[in-house]
């Protein structure tokens, strides 16, 4: 089992739908949780931050289980500009808070 | 407040060749991690430093080898070039001290290995 888990996608939306996508982890150690979007060859950016049972910023909302472990990513209304690909991203706290990553999902949103 | 910076953005190097990548951590940070992520796929942890010293190491065979200096500015050094190490290559920093907020990544270089 991978570390980090995520649908590839792509997913292809209509401008103004919602969409969510979630995530998989196995360290079960980890306390805070990101989500990093990344522009086609880019770097990626923080996006949100998950420290509790969840964060919300405007459109978005992210959201943590820790039970099931997992984290989801939900944005609403979406626009053109969402397009890209999300990544889930999880601190090991005993390594030096080392990331480890998803293999991210893209997210097309179409006029 | 300076962001991550990277040079150089691009480079072209020869199977069998030795590469350096540079890194300028973020202002306030003490801690800088590599990544590498090649296409289509998520970033892969390379090795991180704090205080001048690798603290920490991903899936990487040794010819990956790094540096941090006193400004904690770092370095990625690859030796013996391989096709495969052609990728995008991060690097992030971050504070140890206090709470994790996450990294600030660099626009990466771009090795490619002919």
């Known amino acids: 089992r991978k570390e980090v888990e995520q649908d590839p996608g792509p997913f292809n939306v209509p401008e103004g739908a919602t969409v969510a996508f979630n995530c998989t982890y196995s360290?079960?150690?980890?306390?805070?949780f990101f989500w990093y979007r990344q522009d086609c060859r880019k770097e990626p950016k923080l996006l949100m931050s998950?420290?509790?049972s969840g964060n919300e910023d405007g459109r978005f909302t992210a959201q943590l289980n820790r039970a099931s472990q997992y984290i989801s990513l939900l944005i609403r209304d979406s626009k053109l500009s969402d397009s890209a690909t999300y990544l889930c991203?999880?601190?090991?706290?005993?390594?030096?808070?080392?990331?480890?990553f998803g293999g991210g999902t893209r997210l097309m949103v179409k006029p | 407040e300076t962001g991550v910076t990277q040079s150089p953005t691009h480079l072209i190097k020869t199977r069998g060749q030795q590469v350096t990548l540079r890194c300028s951590s973020q202002?306030?940070?003490?801690?800088v991690s590599w990544y590498q992520q090649a296409l289509g796929q998520g970033p892969q942890f390379i090795f991180q430093?704090?205080?001048?010293?690798?603290?920490g190491r991903g899936n990487f065979p040794p010819r990956f080898s790094g540096l941090q200096f006193p400004n904690y500015s770092s370095e990625l050094n690859v030796n013996a070039l391989e096709l495969d190490d052609s990728a995008l290559y991060l690097c992030?920093?971050?504070?140890?001290?206090?709470?994790?907020?996450?990294?600030?990544f660099g626009s990466g270089t771009r090795l490619t290995v002919v």
């Open positions: 430093y704090y205080r001048e010293e690798e603290n």
């Open positions: 998950v420290y509790s």
């Open positions: 360290n079960s150690a980890s306390q805070s």
């Open positions: 992030a920093s971050s504070t140890r001290d206090g709470n994790f907020y996450g990294y600030t």
């Open positions: 202002s306030g940070h003490n801690t």
């Open positions: 991203v999880v601190p090991d706290p005993f390594a030096g808070n080392m990331l480890t």
